[in-house]
Nanobody, 127 residues
């Protein structure tokens, strides 16, 4: 089992920045992918960014590409999501996810690509 704990959410003005953290514990050596998803009210959960644990290869959804950066600290078993140039439409509950598989297409963007989920953290961007 793997436990994920997110932190770093909050309220920020449009154009501002936030950094989310996701601390993993448990059987982290089994993990191949870490990702961030978000869910706004009355919307489906959507993919944001992912990183391959083996080599740090990253993959981003188009709405966040160029503004968000996913990174990892292997020694701390922690994944980060640096979010810059935030927009009101980025307002959502952000979830960290971890998976033991990495899809052959190198695009781990589906919720079913992940086995473990954190409890989420709220990000609110005011206009």
């Amino acid at each position: 089992q793997v436990q994920l704990v997110e932190s770093g959410g909050g309220l920020v003005q449009a154009g501002g920045s936030l950094r989310l953290s996701c601390a993993a514990s448990g059987r982290t050596f089994d993990l191949n992918a870490m990702g961030w998803f978000r869910q706004a009210p009355r919307k489906e959960r959507e993919f944001g960014a992912a990183i391959r644990c083996l080599d740090g290869n990253t993959y981003y959804a188009d709405p966040v590409k160029g503004r968000f950066t996913i990174s990892r600290d292997r020694a701390k078993n922690t994944v980060y999501l640096q979010m810059n140039s935030l927009k009101p439409e980025d307002t959502a509950f952000y979830y960290c996810a971890a998976g033991t598989r990495y899809p052959m297409n190198n695009r781990p963007s589906r919720p079913t690509d992940y086995d473990y989920w954190g409890q989420g953290t709220q990000v609110t961007v005011s206009s």
